[in-house]
């Protein structure tokens, strides 16, 4: 085999020419990763007009910056996107691509690792490097691809051995976002666009974007309700409480799933990681892909009718009850000692 | 006229009910030991393959990878309404990652012939990954859509698409073919017909038909398979042999993805102070959040 490259490679998610959260919080975690590999960070950016945005990333401590830019790739499209990561992927061999598990990353991720027939791991919640012994084979330096698999039951941690590029996505918020205190002196290394035909099979019509205006993962406490809540009215008193509280209101998967709240509140895995100072959990039995989305919170009270329920594993507080009878007696409480 | 629509559907373990002996020692999954399901988001990609045929006219191929047992999603789909189904099953396509999955879908999607539109649930609920779709388009070379949340209108082989993006959504336009994956609230699946029910109740697959001349000697292979053609309840089957595929690139070995080790989940059994559900028991927990500048 020839020699194995080195280097970290972390896709920047550009929405309307800023760069995504997640973006930063890869590139944090990839530092550290190229760090151990004892080789450099590489950003690779597409865009227009994207060149004031670089400063930035050095912040990260990035070695270097394949940017690529044209009004043409001005906004995501599948194909050129995909071909132009494939073809440099393919290309330049690096030892792991991170991606954010975002609808741009989930849509361009698989379609890199389809054509350079690497491995990929969807949604991990930790990354480690780490010398692997697998079916009596020595590997130096593999990338642990971890995550919670099969309804929460199993954590398992996937390898890619035989094939030289090692692919992940991450869920925005799951890596904590780490700027160094001065930023790096890193070089920005332009490649030319050459259009090709497939680029322009698809068309844009319309598009519709606006920021979110929900964003968990700044909101110092988080009231969360789960399949216990039973109801979608029933979140209105969780609502009532946050609101109360000056937090925001968030789910479990199940909560999402019952249709009780919408996808962008949803924490755990597959949703938003969040680190508040207060995480209340209604009616949540806290499965392990909930948990890794909240447990690192300063402090969680849990209220679940099931005194064995996992979530108590987790908190600092347990209330066993319905939290249908506690949160009404919590606002009112609350509201008597602020008088 | 009409469009020729592909559907990739999965069965997938009910992961909300899973036991401790679901996972081999390798890490891979006994799926024999679970109840199994029609992924949520494939009976919705079925669903709108379906409503596409309502409303311009063509043909719709449900098309599944999975053990023997996948038969019963394929018999679902049919009394749903597929016009065709196809099983892919072999002991060596076993432990296959996104990967070596969409190589094989691939494959056999070309063996099927001229295809315009391929649908696809957006994930499965077993794995969530999302992967198996783009991969499938990019073996097969055209373009892909996910995160479809409506199918706008089909007109001079170009297909409008309405997709979910991070805030918003964004209306694109493809020529055909193209492969399109769905989300959940692109549309709501039909229950099964009765009639079609009564009609397909009784198709099987290979590996069905090869069971009963293993528990009835007096029946053979090539009769059986001949009977239920002819009586239009054969229900297609590619094994490894069907397929022009490069044996290390399929199955366990022709996956990079390996899975290296599985913890189950222990919980630390954490020490925590348990308040009252009463206004008393919650008085001095909101006291106690106030002591530490949680709030107040």
Same mark, same amino acid.
């Given at each position: 085999?020839?020699?194995?490259s080195?280097? @970290?490679?972390?896709?920047i998610?550009?929405?309307? %020419?800023?760069?995504?959260?997640?973006?930063?919080e890869?590139?944090s975690?990839?530092?550290?990763?190229?760090?151990?590999?004892k =080789?450099?960070?590489?950003a690779?950016?597409?865009?227009?007009?994207m060149?004031?945005? /670089? =400063?930035s990333?050095?912040q990260?401590?990035?070695?270097e910056i394949?940017?690529?830019?044209?009004?043409?790739?001005?906004?995501y499209?599948?194909?050129?996107y995909?071909r132009?990561?494939?073809?440099?992927?393919?290309?330049?061999?690096?030892?792991?691509?991170?991606?954010g598990?975002?609808?741009i990353?989930r849509?361009?991720?698989?379609?890199v690792?389809?054509?350079t027939?690497? %491995?990929?791991?969807?949604?991990?919640?930790?990354l480690?490097?780490e010398?692997v012994?697998y079916l009596?084979?020595?590997y130096?330096?593999?990338?642990?691809?971890?995550?919670?698999?099969?309804g929460?039951n199993?954590?398992?941690?996937?390898?890619?051995p035989?094939?030289?590029?090692q692919m992940?996505?991450v869920r925005?918020g799951v890596?904590e976002?780490?700027p160094?205190d001065k930023a790096?002196? %890193?070089?920005?290394t332009?490649l030319?666009?050459?259009?090709?035909?497939v680029?322009?099979?698809?068309?844009?019509?319309d598009?519709?974007?606006?920021?979110?205006?929900?964003?968990?993962?700044?909101a110092?406490?988080?009231?969360a309700?789960?399949?216990?809540m039973?109801s979608?009215e029933?979140?209105?008193m969780?609502y009532?409480l946050?609101?109360?509280?000056g937090?925001?209101v968030?789910g479990?998967?199940?909560?999402?799933?019952? =249709?009780f709240?919408?996808?962008?509140?949803q924490? =755990?895995?597959?949703?938003?990681? @969040?680190?508040?100072?207060?995480?209340i959990a /209604?009616?949540?039995?806290?499965?392990?892909?909930?948990r890794?989305?909240m447990?690192?919170?300063?402090?969680?009270?849990?209220?679940?009718?099931?005194?064995?329920?996992?979530?108590f594993? @987790? /908190?600092?507080y347990?209330?066993?009850?319905?939290?249908?009878d506690?949160?009404?007696?919590?606002?009112?409480?609350?509201?008597?000692?602020?008088? | 006229?009409?469009?020729?629509?592909?559907v990739?559907?999965?069965?997938?373990p009910?992961?909300?009910n899973i036991?401790g002996?679901?996972m081999?020692?390798?890490?891979t999954?006994?799926?024999?030991?679970?109840?199994?399901?029609?992924n949520?988001?494939?009976?919705?990609a079925?669903?709108?393959?379906?409503?596409?045929?309502?409303?311009?006219?063509?043909?719709?191929?449900?098309?599944?990878?999975?053990p023997?047992k996948?038969?019963?999603l394929?018999?679902?789909c049919?009394?749903?309404?597929?016009?065709?189904? !196809?099983?892919?099953?072999?002991?060596?396509?076993?432990?296959?990652?996104?990967?070596?999955?969409?190589?094989?879908?691939?494959?056999?999607i070309?063996? !099927?012939?001229?295809?315009?539109?391929i649908f696809?649930?957006?994930q499965?609920?077993?794995?969530?990954?999302a992967q198996v779709?783009p991969?499938?388009a990019?073996k097969?070379?055209v373009p892909q859509i996910t995160?479809?949340?409506?199918?706008?209108?089909?007109k001079?082989n170009k297909?409008?698409?309405?997709?979910r993006?991070?805030g918003?959504?964004?209306e694109?336009?493809?020529?055909?073919p193209?492969?399109i994956?769905?989300?959940? *609230?692109a549309?709501?699946?039909?229950?099964?017909?009765?009639?079609?029910?009564?009609a397909?109740k009784?198709?099987r697959t290979?590996?069905?038909?090869?069971?009963?001349?293993e528990?009835?000697?007096? !029946?053979?292979?090539? *009769?059986?398979?001949?009977e239920?053609?002819?009586?239009?309840?054969?229900?297609?089957?590619?094994t490894?042999d069907?397929l022009?595929?490069? $044996?290390t690139?399929? +199955? $366990?070995?022709?996956?990079?993805?390996?899975?290296?080790?599985v913890?189950?989940?222990?919980?630390? +059994?954490?020490?925590?102070?348990?308040?009252?559900p009463?206004?008393?028991?919650?008085n001095e927990?909101i006291?106690?959040?106030?002591q530490?500048?949680?709030? +107040?």
């Amino acid at each position: 085999m020839s020699k194995i490259s080195n280097e @970290v490679w972390v896709f920047i998610e550009q929405r309307e %020419g800023k760069i995504a959260d997640v973006s930063f919080e890869l590139l944090s975690k990839g530092r550290k990763l190229a760090e151990q590999l004892k =080789g450099p960070l590489k950003a690779i950016m597409i865009g227009h007009e994207m060149k004031a945005n /670089c =400063g930035s990333i050095f912040q990260y401590g990035t070695n270097e910056i394949l940017l690529i830019e044209h009004k043409k790739l001005q906004h995501y499209r599948t194909m050129p996107y995909s071909r132009i990561v494939s073809e440099l992927v393919a290309e330049r061999k690096p030892r792991i691509v991170l991606f954010g598990a975002t609808f741009i990353g989930r849509d361009l991720a698989p379609r890199v690792a389809s054509f350079t027939k690497s %491995g990929l791991t969807a949604d991990c919640t930790d990354l480690q490097i780490e010398d692997v012994t697998y079916l009596k084979q020595d590997y130096p330096q593999l990338l642990l691809q971890i995550r919670p698999a099969f309804g929460g039951n199993i954590i398992a941690t996937i390898i890619t051995p035989d094939v030289p590029i090692q692919m992940a996505t991450v869920r925005e918020g799951v890596m904590e976002n780490h700027p160094l205190d001065k930023a790096v002196n %890193g070089k920005i290394t332009e490649l030319p666009y050459t259009s090709e035909p497939v680029d322009d099979l698809i068309e844009i019509l319309d598009r519709h974007h606006e920021e979110s205006k929900i964003n968990l993962k700044s909101a110092p406490i988080i009231v969360a309700g789960g399949y216990g809540m039973q109801s979608k009215e029933n979140f209105d008193m969780l609502y009532e409480l946050a609101h109360l509280l000056g937090g925001e209101v968030a789910g479990s998967r199940a909560a999402v799933d019952a =249709g009780f709240i919408p996808h962008e509140r949803q924490v =755990g895995q597959t949703g938003v990681t @969040v680190r508040p100072k207060l995480y209340i959990a /209604c009616g949540i039995s806290g499965a392990i892909q909930h948990r890794a989305g909240m447990q690192e919170a300063n402090k969680i009270i849990a209220i679940n009718t099931d005194p064995e329920a996992p979530i108590f594993e @987790v /908190c600092h507080y347990g209330i066993v009850g319905d939290a249908m009878d506690v949160i009404p007696k919590f606002i009112d409480v609350y509201k008597h000692k602020l008088k | 006229m009409g469009y020729r629509s592909i559907v990739l559907v999965k069965q997938v373990p009910d992961t909300a009910n899973i036991s401790g002996q679901v996972m081999r020692p390798d890490g891979t999954v006994n799926r024999a030991k679970l109840p199994a399901v029609f992924n949520p988001e494939d009976k919705v990609a079925l669903e709108l393959a379906l409503q596409t045929k309502d409303q311009y006219g063509g043909t719709v191929t449900a098309v599944t990878m999975g053990p023997p047992k996948a038969s019963d999603l394929l018999r679902e789909c049919l009394y749903m309404g597929a016009d065709e189904v !196809l099983l892919i099953s072999d002991r060596k396509f076993a432990g296959a990652d996104t990967l070596a999955t969409s190589y094989v879908l691939a494959e056999a999607i070309n063996k !099927l012939g001229k295809y315009d539109i391929i649908f696809a649930g957006r994930q499965a609920i077993d794995g969530d990954t999302a992967q198996v779709g783009p991969q499938t388009a990019e073996k097969l070379g055209v373009p892909q859509i996910t995160y479809a949340e409506k199918i706008v209108e089909i007109k001079k082989n170009k297909i409008t698409v309405r997709r979910r993006i991070d805030g918003g959504f964004e209306e694109l336009r493809s020529p055909l073919p193209v492969l399109i994956t769905v989300i959940k *609230d692109a549309a709501f699946p039909r229950t099964f017909r009765a009639k079609r029910v009564m009609a397909y109740k009784n198709a099987r697959t290979l590996m069905e038909l090869e069971k009963m001349t293993e528990a009835n000697s007096l !029946l053979y292979i090539d *009769d059986l398979l001949q009977e239920y053609k002819s009586k239009n309840l054969y229900m297609p089957t590619f094994t490894v042999d069907d397929l022009d595929v490069d $044996l290390t690139r399929i +199955g $366990l070995r022709g996956s990079p993805t390996k899975v290296h080790k599985v913890e189950s989940v222990v919980l630390a +059994g954490s020490e925590h102070e348990q308040f009252e559900p009463t206004k008393e028991g919650l008085n001095e927990l909101i006291e106690k959040l106030m002591q530490d500048h949680i709030f +107040g």
